[in-house]
């Protein structure tokens, strides 16, 4: 829980998705760099803003950092330590260590400040375009090579590119939480939790206005079709 604002077990919660932040490296991809938040102070501003805009909305905000960039050690962990916040991080298995990316000893020392770890698949491929082998590798083999490197175990996962379909929930039935990018706030008991991207549109009462929607009659009843559609597609 971020924020330490304490929720029921009927709140929505918004859940962010951050793929990096400070300095965009030149091998990322224009489509990635949608995604990056390049502007420190403004991701210095948005963790400030969390407690009160959580208060204010009555909200719980959480926090998460996919792709495993050396910027989640970097930048984002002494920024979280900081104001006391918690996130979760999910890191691609395969690019543990690589240049660019999170070691063995960043992710234990991410652990180590109280920060969870899971899941982001192994090379952060479209699962859905998998064969079985792959997708083996994809899922299993990520989780516990990642288990190995921070010396205990995982149990959420949060699937690339929000793209997934029922043969892909099935190869992920190991995980207790399964985080996708659908948008909208997370209900309260859910496997499936969705997020809200961060990305470059992002403006200063963005945060706001997102913890503050409330989704009720058609808007939330589509969200919810469109998420059980693709589960069982």
């Given at each position: 829980m971020v924020g330490r604002l304490k929720k029921t077990a009927t709140q929505r919660r918004l859940v962010l998705e951050i793929h990096a932040i400070g300095p965009r490296p030149s091998y990322i991809r224009p489509d990635e760099a949608?995604?990056?938040?390049?502007?420190?102070?403004?991701?210095?501003?948005?963790?400030?803003?969390?407690?009160?805009?959580?208060?204010?909305?009555?909200?719980?905000?959480?926090?998460?950092?996919?792709?495993?960039?050396?910027?989640?050690?970097?930048?984002?962990?002494?920024?979280?330590?900081?104001?006391g916040l918690v996130a979760s991080f999910f890191v691609c298995a395969g690019r543990i260590g690589q240049a660019g990316y999170l070691d063995k000893k960043a992710m234990t020392e991410i652990v180590a400040a109280g920060m969870m770890i899971g899941s982001h698949g192994w090379s952060h491929i479209d699962w859905r375009n998998a064969d079985r082998q792959t997708l083996t590798k994809e899922t299993e083999e990520a989780k516990h090579t990642i288990e190995d490197t921070i010396g205990k175990q995982i149990d959420s996962v949060a699937i690339p590119f929000g793209s997934y379909d029922r043969r892909v929930i099935d190869s992920l039935k190991m995980f207790s939480k399964v985080y996708t990018s659908d948008g909208g706030l997370a209900p309260p008991r859910s496997r499936f939790i969705p997020r809200v991207s961060y990305n470059n549109d992002w403006s200063e009462t963005s945060l706001s206005e997102l913890a503050s929607q409330r989704e009720r009659g058609l808007t939330a009843l589509k969200r919810s079709v469109l998420s059980t559609i693709k589960r069982i597609r």
């Open positions: 949608y995604y990056w938040c390049e502007d420190l102070c403004l991701f210095d501003r948005i963790l400030d803003a969390i407690p009160d805009v959580s208060a204010r909305s009555g909200t719980p905000i959480e926090i998460t950092f996919d792709d495993g960039n050396a910027s989640d050690f970097i930048f984002a962990l002494p920024a979280l330590v900081k104001r």
